[in-house]
């Protein structure tokens, strides 16, 4: 079996691979990653219970499931042919639909309660006209979810922008701050940081676990049971004054 490739799917489901533009559940070397944003789209399912919701870029579809646990109804947008039809299928709720677009024009003026758009600012090319759009789509008061990797923890120290080729640009806290205030009154910008047993990892490799796992030939061992037990409660969503330690970035955009 291709290790790459999502297990387990339900009959007549056909299961995506991975490609380094968006991430997967279902793969358990993905795991770190999906539960990384996992976590991101529970915080925000709290926040919309009632709500009409649109998450733009939804990928997989995953995320767009979460959200419809408490929304009124949820819109799941992807212009990705592959993805829109794995979700179609794989995620069945009464008040949940999958659509294909482009998150540049979709939706009619003040439609939704909350746009939820997390881990695509980074790939488009007019990122500024993407959120005015967002704006444009919701009711007046309405919340949009923004979140982006951390410049400065994805990439090399000094470098601009990390190898994935699919980034066009990646940010800075205070420039994420600033794009989005560029489109949006009240904006917030919170931080993803590790937390309980990743946080016990973090602190395990400052005191020297890489060589003593590489000196020991335990990596493989290790990481094959460590990674796939990663759950979304080893992240933690929270304010900051100094967000350059934060994985991700998550700005709380208020029309």
């Not at 205070?174 to 990892?201: I, N, Q, Y």
Request: hydrophobic content about 40%; aromatic content about 10%; glycine content about 8%.
């Amino acid at each position: 079996m291709n290790t790459f490739v999502q297990g387990n799917q339900p009959p007549g489901v056909p299961p995506l691979s991975l490609t380094g533009e968006r991430t997967l559940p279902d793969v358990p070397a993905e795991n770190y990653w999906f539960r990384r944003h996992l976590a991101v789209y529970e915080w925000i399912a709290g926040k919309v219970a009632g709500a009409r919701v649109i998450d733009l870029a939804c990928g997989e579809g995953y995320g767009s499931n979460v959200l419809a646990e408490q929304a009124r109804d949820v819109v799941g947008l992807d212009a990705n042919p592959e993805a829109h039809e794995h979700a179609r299928l794989r995620y069945r709720r009464a008040n949940l639909t999958f659509e294909r677009g482009l998150v540049e024009t979709y939706g009619q003026p003040h439609a939704y309660d909350a746009a939820v758009f997390l881990q695509t600012i980074e790939h488009v090319h007019d990122p500024r006209a993407v959120l005015e759009h967002l704006r444009s789509i919701l009711v007046p008061g309405g919340i949009t979810y923004v979140s982006t990797p951390n410049l400065l923890t994805l990439a090399a120290p000094g470098a601009e922008k990390s190898g994935n080729p699919w980034h066009l640009k990646e940010y800075r806290a205070a420039e994420f701050a600033d794009l989005c205030r560029s489109a949006f009154p009240s904006v917030t910008v919170l931080g993803v940081f590790h937390a309980r047993k990743l946080r016990a990892h973090a602190l395990a490799l400052k005191l020297g676990w890489d060589t003593v796992h590489k000196r020991l030939g335990l990596t493989s061992v290790f990481y094959d049971r460590f990674t796939p037990a990663i759950s979304s409660g080893d992240f933690a969503i929270r304010a900051e004054p100094q967000l350059d330690r934060a994985l991700d970035f998550l700005a709380v955009c208020r029309a």
